[in-house]
């Protein structure tokens, strides 16, 4: 069974930066599209990062293009997101999730989903 685990989330002033990480076991990730959601208090669940399975293509939600960066780590068999600048609003729970397929912005479209890791922006 694929398993998928977070880590890297934290307190962090606006304007601040962190690292999370997406680390695999019992599959290979780059077998995989690897997706970053996140799910803020009242809000619907949203689609932040994607990287594809083959060539590695990278996709962001305009929200976050140009401060936050996916990569993949194949030795680690592990995704980061980078996330710079923060702001307020990044505040949520981010999870990473996994699909046999191309990427996604819809988390329903993932069959797989860690369990997620707090990300608080404030200062």
């Known amino acids: 069974q694929v398993q998928l685990v977070e880590s890297g989330g934290g307190l962090v002033q606006p304007g601040g930066s962190l690292k999370l990480s997406c680390a695999a076991s019992?599959?290979?990730?780059?077998?995989?599209?690897i997706g970053w959601f996140r799910q803020a208090p009242g809000k619907e669940r949203e689609g932040v990062s994607c990287i594809s399975r083959r060539d590695g293509s990278t996709y962001y939600a305009d929200s976050v293009k140009g401060r936050f960066t996916i990569s993949r780590d194949t030795a680690k068999n592990t995704v980061y997101l980078q996330m710079n600048s923060l702001k307020p609003e990044d505040t949520a729970v981010y999870y990473c999730?996994?699909?046999?397929?191309?990427?996604?912005?819809?988390?329903?479209?993932?069959?797989?989903r860690g369990q997620g890791t707090q990300v608080a922006v404030s200062s």
């Open positions: 019992r599959f290979t990730l780059d077998y995989y599209a």
């Open positions: 999730a996994a699909r046999s397929m191309w990427c996604s912005a819809t988390a329903a479209d993932f069959t797989s």
